[in-house]
């Protein structure tokens, strides 16, 4: 029995290059709800999202990320953040990330994380009150090419993984 969630991590790519092709409202929708159904830790939920569908915002966005030139060319930009006083607002929002780029790929849609933290110039684009620090921007659009799913270079299993104790191969 195929397990879609799983399917969805096992396949899962980083998507750089969009088509020019707006995403349906329902499943912009259901990204976003991903987003903001996500566990958060201790139930703080201390972050806050931007969602970007204007071109020219996204443009601008893509200028203002020099990992993340991309964006430019996406449909839909979410702005991801967090409150700096938060001690869980990193991991909080890096599960939400992850719930959204999985919800969407589900829908066809591709992503990937662009920026890491202290994204002042962006945090100042959308308005977001300085008790907030930008954590990335995530573009989402359509591939533009065929990518294959599930073809990642991984490193084997028992590497990364132990069991019980460092150096404990999985059986």
């Known amino acids: 029995m195929e397990h879609p969630v799983f399917e969805a991590v096992r396949t899962v790519l980083a998507v750089r290059e969009f088509q020019d092709k707006p995403i349906p409202d329902e499943v912009i929708r259901r990204i976003v709800e991903a987003g903001h159904l996500s566990a958060s830790s201790v139930n703080l939920q201390p ?10 915002s996204l443009r601008e966005l893509g200028v203002m990320i020099s990992t993340g030139r991309y964006i430019a060319g996406a449909a839909a930009a979410v702005v991801v953040a967090y409150e700096k ?7 909080d929002v ?8 999985l ?13 890491w933290t202290g994204l002042e110039s962006v945090r100042k684009l ?5 008790k907030y620090d930008v954590i990335a921007v995530v573009p989402f659009g359509y591939p533009k090419r ?6 990642k270079k991984r490193k084997p299993l028992a590497e990364v993984f132990s069991m019980e104790r ?6």
């Open 146 to 151: 065929s990518i294959g799913k599930g073809k």
């Open 47 to 56: 972050w806050h999202f931007v969602l970007m569908t204007d071109r020219e």
């Open 103 to 115: 919800t969407a790929w589900g829908d066809g849609v591709g992503s990937n994380w662009a920026g």
């Open 126 to 130: 959308v308005g977001l009150p300085e």
């Open 94 to 101: 890096s599960r939400a990330i992850q719930s959204m780029v």
């Open 85 to 91: 006083a938060s001690e869980y607002g990193i991991s």
């Open 166 to 171: 460092f150096g404990t191969p999985m059986s």
